[in-house]
């Protein structure tokens, strides 16, 4: 049998050195994983999973003092767009296409710095029943899409007082820096004048919560868990109705 040389039997001791420390790298490398930095790991991918999602509470009403509404809510579909979903410039054209927006009102819609990175920008609210139905039956289209369910205003009295109870407005970048508005997000509405601005912190409410699970496409599967809003409070004025028609129409 021949011999090993001494070459041989070096370059056997290194390769097998070599074996050995890969194999102590990968195992310690293994450990760091899992009994290290699993927890991190794993409360990475369950913030992934789960999103954090802040649901409007609904506006108190403006009420004339016979306690009839000036101003109440309804129940309308509000459509949301992922951020990292804006750099698809063909979803972008589509969604341009079927709410009737230009893809740069779309895009500074997206680009707010003053919202949390991944989410989702109000991008058109109270949209129609045949929008809803088409983005829903072309599911896979419109991924990083969102459709949901706010209340928004409406007015009974067609108008009535309107110059009175004033209207509500998306929230502005000055307005966003100012401490009164603190609590708020750009893209949330408020009230710009009128009844709507001066008893803003009373007709507006606190936020609620949801954790949605979301799948890889990052489209909700299911609520895990939900902290109801707290409805604004309503405010009755000393206008009489009747009162205010006639001067409005004299």
């Known amino acids: 049998m021949a011999e090993i040389s001494d070459s041989s039997h070096g370059r056997i001791n290194i390769l097998g050195g070599a074996a050995v420390v890969i194999v102590a790298v990968l195992l310690a490398r293994l450990w760091l994983l899992q009994g290290v930095w699993g927890g991190d790991y794993k409360q990475l991918a369950e913030e992934n999973r789960i999103r954090r999602v802040a649901v409007a509470a609904p506006r108190g009403e403006i009420l004339a003092r016979d306690g009839e509404a000036l101003v109440k809510n309804r129940l309308a579909v509000t ?78 009295q067609s108008g009535l007082a309107a110059h009175i109870v004033g209207y509500l407005g998306e929230l502005s970048d000055q307005e966003a820096s100012q401490p009164d508005f603190a609590q708020y997000q750009l893209g949330d509405l408020v009230g710009k004048s009128g009844i709507e601005r001066q008893y803003e912190n009373v007709l507006s409410g606190a936020k609620g919560t949801e954790f949605v699970e979301v799948n890889a496409a990052g489209r909700p599967i299911e609520v895990i868990d939900k902290k109801e809003p707290d409805p604004g409070n309503n405010v009755v004025l000393s206008i009489d109705k009747k009162i205010q028609a006639s001067a409005e129409t004299a």
Do not use: C, W
């Open 79 to 156: 459509l949301t767009l992922a951020p990292a979903r804006a750099k698809d410039k063909k979803l972008v054209r589509r969604l341009s296409k079927l709410l009737g927006m230009s893809v740069s009102d779309i895009n500074a819609a997206v680009q707010s710095v003053k919202v949390s990175p991944i989410e989702p920008r109000v991008i058109k609210r109270d949209i129609s029943k045949e929008t809803m139905a088409y983005i829903e039956e072309h599911d896979d289209e419109f991924v990083g899409v969102e459709l949901r369910v706010e209340a928004i205003r409406e007015y009974p």
